[in-house]
């Protein structure tokens, strides 16, 4: 599995005495400083969302043609390897569709069928085939693309920590400059976390992704980023 490791850190504000009591901040001299920390993996999983669509005249041909178009993927399931469990499908959508003329006079109703099917691959590399696949049966949307890692719990738990580290280092380059020296932590706090994926800076319908899509109409291999911040007051002492 690739992975990378990124950390950054910023102080915030070197305060004083000046602090009110009863405040999250220490009454005495204190460092504020932010850290972050990053993780970039290649993902094990992608799901996919597709949409099956179709109008029509009368209902009947409205349902016949996306039940077509989903019944075609299911049966293509297993050349990617994907089993049953890990495919969920909407009840059927169905509508009346009224659009009028130049003349604002009604056209004959017509009938809107509807599908969605959600997919887990746990091979990212089948993705390009499979969407082709959705498209062959008959899918006409593609709505969404999410990549995943199985290790997201410990692979967070490793940004956290390096962002922590980070703080610390910061905190105490800070202290040491002003010629003090770094004290007991006050406070650390989660700032916020986030998780990026893709292949690049483009998009793939909705979805950021990270690369190029090259020319075959194969893309480069995607990247999962977790993202941990904290903040933390540290005490000095002089």
Same mark, same amino acid.
Not at 14 to 42: C, F, I, M, N, R
């Given at each position: ?10 102080? %915030? ?14 009454? &005495? ?9 990053? /993780? ?25 043609? /996306?039940?077509?178009?989903? =019944?075609?993927?299911?049966? @293509?399931?297993? /050349? ?6 890990? !495919?969920?499908?909407? +009840? %059927?959508?169905?509508?009346? =569709? ?27 590399? #089948?993705?390009?085939?499979?969407? +082709?696949?959705? %498209? ?5 949307? !593609?709505?969404?693309?999410?990549? #995943?890692?199985?290790? $997201?719990?410990?692979? *967070?738990?490793?940004?956290? @920590? ?5 703080? *610390? ?5 800070? @202290?040491?400059?002003? &010629?003090?020296? %770094? ?5 650390? =706090? ?10 690049? =800076? ?14 075959? &109409? *194969? ?5 999962? +980023? ?8 540290? $005490?000095?002492? *002089?």
């Amino acid at each position: 599995m690739r992975k990378r490791m990124f950390a950054a850190a910023l102080p %915030l504000v070197l305060a004083s005495t000046l602090a009110l009591a009863g405040t999250p901040l220490p009454d &005495g001299p204190h460092v504020v400083v932010q850290g972050e920390g990053k /993780v970039s993996v290649a993902p094990d999983s992608a799901i996919v969302t597709m949409v099956a669509r179709h109008r029509a005249a009368s209902p009947s041909e409205a349902k016949r043609v /996306v039940d077509r178009a989903v =019944n075609a993927l299911l049966k @293509a399931a297993p /050349v990617f390897d994907v089993a049953t469990d890990e !495919i969920s499908a909407s +009840d %059927l959508a169905l509508r009346e =569709n009224i659009d009028y003329d130049d003349n604002d006079r009604p056209l004959p109703v017509a009938h809107v069928a509807s599908r969605e099917l959600k997919v887990k691959l746990d091979d990212p590399d #089948k993705l390009s085939a499979y969407m +082709d696949a959705a %498209l062959a049966a008959g899918f006409t949307e !593609i709505s969404d693309v999410s990549f #995943k890692s199985s290790k $997201e719990a410990s692979l *967070r738990e490793q940004a956290r @920590a390096h962002a922590v580290a980070q703080a *610390r280092e910061s905190a105490n380059g800070l @202290a040491t400059t002003f &010629g003090g020296k %770094l004290g007991a932590v006050y406070s650390i =706090n989660s700032v916020n976390s986030s998780q990026a994926h893709g292949y690049g =800076n483009t998009t793939l319908d909705s979805i950021q992704v990270t690369g190029a899509r090259m020319d075959s &109409g *194969r893309y480069l291999q995607p990247s999962i +980023d977790f993202t941990e911040r904290v903040a933390a007051v540290f $005490e000095i002492s *002089r």
